[in-house]
């Protein structure tokens, strides 16, 4: 029975693995070349201080573009 699931299971390969290092790399030459995608670090000071009981929750800016994202 466990030489059944062995077989059932992908096993991995070379050629696979070389696919997805070459995607991750082209992925993190296409996110470091995009213009426009630097840190807000301004925005960020902008924001209030959370209040002392909780209920820290604001829709900034940052959670608007969250919400953006999020939208099929």
């Known amino acids: 029975m466990q030489k059944e699931q062995a ?22 030459v296409a996110v470091t070349a995009m213009p426009g995608l630097n840190t807000p670090s301004a925005e960020l000071n902008k924001l209030p201080p959370a209040p ?17 994202t999020t939208r099929v």
């Open 7 to 28: 077989k059932d299971q992908a096993t991995p390969s070379r050629r696979g693995f070389f696919m997805g290092a070459a995607a991750t790399g082209a992925a993190a």
């Open 52 to 68: 002392e009981n909780g209920g820290g929750y604001s829709l900034s800016e940052h959670v608007k573009r969250y919400y953006q």
